[in-house]
């Protein structure tokens, strides 16, 4: 059974640029190798833990709970499909990383979640909050942001 997270991100930048940005944090950090490129992370790569990621422009769906239970319109969604082949944590650790450097780039607001179960962590303006659950969030993961943030668990009302 896959593992899914997603980065949805209410954003003015096209997912062509956050393609980009995404890109670039992911070389700089290691995750992402030589033979990888912007575009490709439109139409999904592997990072080296084996985790598929994949930038796409948001569908606006009546259903969707970041709209219906934040507030929250995305235009792009990042997608981090794990491996469970390999090590989870590990590739928590890179989505994370990812996710912060990708918010360092990218303006607006965004949350991170587990298939509309789990929100590990709220964008709203420049305040980010992450999940109290200090095995989603434990130290070393909390060291790995950029951003500043509190800790507040937000939920989606079917969760």
Do not use: C
Request: charged share 25%.
């Amino acid at each position: 059974m896959a593992i899914s997270y997603s980065l949805a991100l209410a954003t003015p930048a096209p997912a062509t640029d956050v393609a980009r940005e995404l890109h670039g944090v992911g070389r700089t950090l290691g995750v992402l190798d030589a033979s990888t490129s912007a575009d490709g992370v439109l139409d999904g790569v592997a990072t080296g833990l084996g985790t598929w990621v994949r930038v796409t422009e948001a569908k606006a769906r009546s259903w969707d709970p970041v709209t219906n239970d934040l507030g929250m319109v995305p235009t792009v969604s990042v997608t981090f499909r794990l491996d469970t082949d390999n090590e989870i944590g590990f590739q928590q650790d890179d989505m994370v990383r990812l996710a912060s450097g990708l918010l360092d780039r990218v303006p607006g607001d965004a949350v991170l979640h587990r298939e509309f179960e789990d929100i590990w962590l709220l964008r709203r303006g420049t305040e980010v909050t992450l999940n109290e659950q200090d095995d989603l969030w434990p130290p070393h993961r909390q060291a790995a942001l950029s951003q500043r943030y509190r800790r507040e668990t937000h939920t989606f009302a079917d969760s």
